[in-house]
């Protein structure tokens, strides 16, 4: 992730949903926190809520969006989309 890209801020709790979009203000850098393996970081900053959330159910039920990472492997923190797939999900709110 480098400066300025897009990202879809995602609620990986009890709710598994898209509820928003940020920006990168600062590129990935090594997480001083991690205590073992090869952890990054990246600083973010809001830029809007989306109307609705996207639920993890309603991404996997996208003929659109099934071959994203977050259908195969729901517990991934951080994964790339292609521009289509980005705005396919922001449609959905």
Not at 43 to 48: Q, T
Not at 59 to 78: E, F, G, P, T
């Amino acid at each position: 992730m480098k400066k300025g890209d897009g990202v879809l801020f995602y609620h990986s709790g009890e709710e598994k949903a898209v509820v928003g979009i940020a920006k990168v203000t600062r590129s990935a850098y090594r997480d001083e926190t991690a205590t073992e393996g090869d952890w990054s970081a990246v600083d973010l900053a809001p830029v809007k809520a989306l109307r609705g959330p996207v639920t993890l159910a309603a991404i996997k039920n996208s003929k659109k969006l099934q071959k994203i990472a977050l259908v195969r492997q729901s517990r991934l923190s951080v994964m790339p989309l292609s521009p289509g797939e980005f705005q396919t999900i922001i449609k959905m709110a």
